[in-house]
């Protein structure tokens, strides 16, 4: 077997089923507010559309997907970020889910013929990045996001000699737990960085479309390298998805736009990963990214659950809204978020996840120590009853 299968560590909800065993909640109705799976109804178009085109599944789909899904997510991502041409042909790639994606393109980009070769990712993090760093032959190095520094990226945490070995980096805006979203000024940093010692930008937009202010969506990495004379997106891709947008985890489908260099070779990788998405599904995503209407609403529900929640939240949690995303990342009263996680499972039946479960000690700490990710995902009724619990098991 591989030996670097050995390098990687539990998945948060491993630590976390582990942290809650011999536990038996109360008899109360469960609320799971631990995962970040979205569980508004998927749209019923999106639905229709799959299952209209099924006879698709007597055929083998090519890697690089349809030319018309590609060219409707270059459309997309031109609306989005307010970009000129984007050559659908050349600069994006649809995907089977952000996730597979992220994965795959640390195998395609680390080159393990170089001395020592680093992969760099936020800290706290999803954990994809550190496992495709570490299966990759990379070692991972992080930078902490911290409440002192409004979550923004330590750039200057890593020495020259790392800095100088790093060939891909992870960055997640808006950012998983905390929310932030990186501004210009964040991705000028980036940039003259990537342009100084050479890596890749891996940027995870997952949440991208799920915001507060329907005036003022979030800067992503595209329409910040435009912006700042990057038009040709070197060292570039940005990867996003239905998932969260669409309320259609199960699709796994998504996309990444950037650098057409980049692109044309991880599609290369693609040909022999066997990465194709099925005819059904390119169609239903099709369907998906030519739609706004569903996406507005889903984006009003979440802003009602936060609206809702965090007054409710606010006595008991040190919280605050996010920039972006469906999380609030908040600071436990007792300072440990294990204890804290077990007990409101044991008194409330109320599931959220220890932060510390989605960070790694870097720079003497672990960011995530202290806090719990609450995911507003069920219903509303169901945020609101669990943010209630919440406050109660607090008080008592």
Known sequence: MNPR??????????????????ITPPARSPIR???????HATPAFIAEVLFAHRDGLAMYPATAGLPELRDTMARWFERRYRLGRIDGATQVLPVNGSREALFAFAQAVVDTSRPAPVVVSPNPFYQIYEGAALLAGAQPAFLNQTADRH????????????????????????????????????????????????????????????????EHPP?????????????????LVVFTSLSKRSNA??????????????????????????????????????????????????????????????PILADVLETSMPDASFYLWARVPSGDEEAFARDLFAAQHVSVLPGRYLAREAHHINPGSGYVRIALVPGLEDCVEGARRIVEFCRR
């Open 5 to 22: 299968l050995e390098r990687l560590q539990p998945y948060p909800f491993t630590r976390y089923r582990a942290l809650l065993a011999g």
């Open 33 to 39: 507010l631990s995962i970040g799976e979205p569980q």
């Open 151 to 214: 979550f923004d990226l330590d750039l200057d945490s890593l020495s020259n000699d790392e800095w100088s070995r790093t060939q891909l980096i992870y960055v997640c805006s808006p950012a998983n737990p905390t929310g932030r979203v990186l501004d210009l000024d964040a991705w000028r940093a980036l940039f003259d960085r990537a342009d100084r010692y050479g890596f890749v930008i891996a940027s995870d937009e997952c949440y991208s479309e799920i915001y507060p202010d329907e």
């Open 219 to 235: 800067l992503g990495g595209l329409e910040a390298a435009q912006r700042l004379g990057r038009n040709d997106f070197r060292n």
């Open 249 to 310: 985890p199960g699709l796994r489908s998504g996309g990444i736009a950037g650098d057409a260099a980049l692109i044309d070779r991880f599609l290369l990788y693609r040909t022999y990963h066997g990465s194709a998405m099925s005819l059904p599904v390119q169609h239903a995503s099709l369907a998906a990214w030519n739609d706004e209407a569903h996406v507005r609403e889903n984006r009003a529900r979440y802003r009602e659950k936060f609206a809702a929640v965090t």
